[in-house]
């Protein structure tokens, strides 16, 4: 395994140019290629798209190997969107190739503006969403006649201990006293 500066130079700091470390054992600088420090990601992939047009998404992505496959695919989607690229479908999948000389990125507010105006379309969509299914429900309700009022029995009044005994025989006051007591035991 070659030494740790080695893999830092390699994997980790592959844009840094004239990195010097303070190693006792000699006084070496190292120059790292910074070709393409100031470029985008898609704009090397749009340069490429450029330079070898009528490409399917394979060679691109074998062109570009620390870029995984689906990075590739959504930047040249995102490109198409833009109109920076033209995607025409073949029997291979898309072909790719420019549609102009000039690279054109959307600056910050330009995003901005973008994103807001798709998450207000995606509001006004959700409105429109819930007031045809609002309508739609309401549409599909039977209109069934209102219920007619159902008569309540009456409700007997609460009465007291003393006006039920008053109200008994003694027969009936004595064959409660005896259901009672085998209840509650006595």
Not at 17 to 24: A, C, G, R, T
């Amino acid at each position: 395994m070659p030494d740790l500066q080695t893999e830092i130079f390699k994997k980790v700091l592959p844009n840094m140019s004239n990195l010097k470390f303070d190693d006792p054992g000699g006084e070496q600088e190292v120059i790292v290629e910074t070709a393409s420090q100031n470029t985008s990601v898609a704009k090397s992939i749009w340069e490429y798209v450029k330079a070898h047009p009528n490409q399917t998404l394979a060679p691109i992505v074998k062109a570009f190997p620390d870029i995984e496959r689906t990075g590739i695919s959504t930047r040249l989607t995102q490109m198409r969107k833009r109109g920076n690229i033209i995607a025409t479908p073949s029997a291979k999948g898309f072909l790719y190739s420019v549609s102009s000389d000039t690279y054109s990125a959307l600056s910050r507010t330009e995003a901005l503006a973008k994103a807001q105006e798709a998450r207000q379309a995606k509001r006004k969509q959700r409105q429109i969403r819930a007031h045809v299914k609002a309508a739609k429900s309401k549409a599909m309700k039977p209109t069934a006649p209102a219920p007619k009022a159902v008569a309540r029995p009456e409700a007997t009044p609460r009465t007291s201990v003393a006006s039920l005994l008053d109200t008994m025989s003694i027969v009936q006051a004595r064959e409660l006293y005896d259901q009672l007591k085998k209840i509650f035991g006595g």
